[in-house]
């Protein structure tokens, strides 16, 4: 058994359901620890720092990138995020487990610079299902939710990449199996 603890890198589509299992997942789990991006945005209403987003200048978020202190980052509509490695290495070296929620090409640099991150996308069961939760939702236009599904398949095409992969068909099975992966990788010592 090992003292350390595990990272664990999530990915999957949006409107799959990754927050919904994570949140039931977290309510089986002792401890954990789930990682805050930094961003250049500006918060929006209702936004805290520190609990959505560390929200730094742009200055701030170049020179921590300069000095390697991003584990992943990215640009998106023009405003940079990142997520900041301090936190994550501490709170595995204490034997915490530690959550990203990122998409695949932040996957990718999170296991080049740890390659004992664990990675599990979550999927939907189908394509016709994380199209009908997008939609149910009833807060985005039918371009968005178009472009929302290529977005999916994209990501879905990467999936091979993965150690695991986890079927949200139901949150509460999704998560469980997702908590029987990391008891897993404790009991073993993270050498799966």
């Known amino acids: 058994m090992s003292d350390r603890g595990g990272i664990y890198v999530i990915s999957g589509p949006s409107g799959v359901g990754k927050s919904t299992v ?32 560390y929200f730094i200048s742009k200055e701030k978020f170049m020179s921590m990138l300069e000095e390697g202190a991003l584990l992943e980052h990215a640009e998106y509509a023009g405003n940079y995020y990142g997520t900041p490695i301090e936190p994550i290495l501490r709170n595995a070296g204490e034997g915490t487990d530690v959550f990203l929620d990122v998409e695949v090409k932040g996957r990718r640099q999170v296991c080049d610079r740890l390659p004992e991150a664990v990675s599990v996308f979550i999927a939907p069961p189908d394509v016709e299902t994380l199209e009908n939760r997008l939609r149910s939702r009833g807060t985005e236009s039918e371009e968005k939710i178009r472009r929302r599904l290529e977005i999916a398949q994209q990501e879905l095409e990467h999936i091979a990449e993965y150690d695991h992969v986890v079927i949200n068909d139901s949150a509460d099975r999704a998560a469980e199996e997702l908590f029987g992966l990391i008891t897993s990788y404790r009991t073993r010592g993270n050498e799966l």
């Open 22 to 53: 994570l949140g039931k997942l977290f309510h089986k789990l002792d401890r954990y620890f789930f990682s805050i991006s930094a961003t250049t945005r500006a918060p929006r209403a209702g936004e805290t720092d520190g609990r959505e987003y």
